[in-house]
């Protein structure tokens, strides 16, 4: 599997809770996963099996314990922050479930920065920002507003145009039809199919069945990968 | 599109700045111990620790304000990596209405307070060999509209001003001259959070647009949220842990880091 976007090589994930007693916590052994392009994988596994926490190591958020995650190249586990955020900017995008942004910036704002911040024209990124904004049922009059004050369904499809705005050769999905109605929901899984026909390599999180058999070519369960003591 | 995307982090492989085994002790007492540290054209890099952690101790010597008692402070300056801990005092001041900045807390220690709002942009200007009124006048409006401050109070002191705006007016008066580095000791300290959130976002926009580098020392975890790329962690004058700043707040290794983070109040 070496033509792998992403590729996730014997990893092991502890938590060690220094104010809590030190208590340590093995949460994952041996994940090894390989998604190549164009392809859609999804994690399943039951509430706390660790499938979130399998997505934020491989976008760096946080630390491997040990083994490789590869993305494009770059050892996530142990590339220097500004590496990873290299990657971040210019290969591997995170629709994630929350919306995190500086309260007094505009909706159209939030969803060009991902292409201001790798230099594209102002006029480029808001274009392709109104866009995935009209084809996701934000209404305009909101554009201008911050999304802080929107309703949640509003705030994630907000935060899917942001996700989706680059069009990057990787992408992870935490849950990216929750809690959204039958006509946005039908757009997202456009989206994710558009990513993977230009050759996307995805790796989701769907509690939404259907979704996941619509859009996922296979599904990885992560309780293979819990340390066989806490099981 | 991939071909219209000149990729920031490619042109960035030499630091701009080097830190190399900096310690300050205060007699006995360690102010900071063992610092060393890369930091790269266009990075934000925060430092946090709880009050008397060295943060600012370190902020300080990096700068020039403190002379450290070891280590060295390099600089690139047209490829050559300066040491600016033993270079002479007139090349440090250079330095510093040139390619430095530095934005104090208390913005009153980094303004001219019986100097008009105009006058506290244009004289950085001015010191950089500036000499038409017309010109200095005109960059000193423009920077003021940056960070959004009304054209009609340029002829006003900054006595007359709220703390938000003399903390950016300082901002302003710190970037006309066009910096590469800036260090910021608790540039939103003191201020109400709607003014911060203000302030952050001004600081977020001028550092993408002018690829500004910058050292923010705070206490705030959520302003580093915002700002900074990494950050380090400080306790008792030694850096305990550095990271990818939403790696070091969502997955604090250290048992100080840990305690830091679990110790916020949610709102």
Redesign the interface.
């Known amino acids: 599997m070496t033509d792998a976007m992403i590729s996730v090589e014997n990893v092991t994930k502890t938590?060690?809770?220094?104010?809590q007693g030190g208590t340590v916590i093995p949460v994952m052994e041996g994940a090894s996963l390989a998604v190549a392009p164009g392809e859609c994988v999804a994690l399943v596994g039951a509430s706390g099996a660790g499938k979130s926490t399998l997505m934020?190591m491989i976008y760096?958020?946080?630390?491997a314990a040990s083994g490789r995650i590869l993305v494009d190249g770059t050892d996530v586990a142990t590339a220097e922050?500004?590496?990873?955020?290299?990657l971040r900017?210019?290969v591997l995008g995170y629709v994630s479930q929350f919306l995190?942004v500086?309260?007094?910036?505009p909706t159209l704002e939030v969803v060009a920065e991902p292409l201001?911040?790798?230099?594209?024209p102002r006029e480029?990124a808001q274009e392709r920002a109104r866009t995935l904004l009209t084809r996701l049922n934000i209404p305009e009059r909101l554009w201008g507003l911050s999304p802080t004050t929107f309703s949640g369904g509003e705030q994630q499809r907000v935060n899917i145009a942001r996700g989706f705005a680059?069009?990057y050769p990787a992408l992870l999905l935490d849950e990216p039809t929750a809690s959204l109605d039958a006509v946005n929901r039908e757009e997202v899984l456009q989206l994710i199919e558009e990513a993977k026909a230009r050759g996307a390599a995805i790796v989701g999180i769907f509690h939404d069945q259907p979704a996941r058999d619509r859009v996922c070519d296979r599904e990885v369960d992560v309780t293979g990968f819990t340390p066989a003591r806490v099981a | 599109?991939?071909d219209?995307?000149?990729?920031?982090?490619?042109a960035?492989d030499r630091p701009l700045l080097t830190v190399e085994g900096l310690a300050k002790y205060y007699g006995g007492r360690i102010g900071c111990e063992e610092v060393s540290f890369d930091l790269?054209p266009g990075?934000v890099m925060g430092i946090v620790g709880e009050s008397g952690s060295g943060k600012t101790t370190l902020l300080n010597c990096l700068a020039g304000h403190l002379a450290a008692d070891t280590g060295r402070v390099l600089f690139d300056r047209a490829g050559q990596m300066v040491d600016t801990v033993t270079m002479s005092e007139p090349e440090r001041r250079m330095l510093g209405r040139t390619d430095w900045a530095f934005v104090h807390q208390h913005a009153h220690e980094g303004l001219r307070m019986n100097v008009s709002a105009g006058g506290n942009v244009g004289e950085r200007l001015m010191g950089l060999g500036a000499r038409h009124y017309g010109d200095i006048r005109a960059k000193a409006e423009d920077w003021l509209g940056r960070v959004e401050i009304a054209a009609d109070r340029m002829d006003d002191r900054p006595t007359a001003f709220s703390g938000g705006m003399r903390q950016r007016l300082q901002i302003a008066r710190n970037l006309v001259t066009g910096p590469r580095l800036v260090f910021m000791d608790e540039p939103t300290g003191g201020l109400d959070v709607s003014v911060q959130?203000?302030l952050?976002?001004l600081l977020?926009g001028l550092v993408?647009e002018m690829g500004l580098s910058a050292i923010i020392v705070t206490h705030d975890l959520a302003v580093v949220?915002?700002l900074a790329?990494?950050l380090m962690v400080m306790k008792s004058g030694h850096v305990v842990e550095t990271?990818?700043?939403?790696?070091v707040l969502?997955?604090p290794?250290?048992?100080y880091t840990?305690?830091l983070v679990?110790s916020v109040l949610q709102v």
């Open positions: 938590f060690t809770l220094h104010n934020r760096g958020n946080y630390l922050p500004r590496e990873i955020l290299a900017r210019a995190r500086v309260p007094r910036v201001l911040s790798v230099g594209l480029v680059r069009q | 599109m991939k219209m995307i000149e990729d920031r982090a490619g960035t790269y990075e959130a203000r952050l976002d977020r993408r949220r915002l790329d990494r990271g990818l700043t939403d790696q969502d997955d290794q250290h048992a840990q305690l679990s």
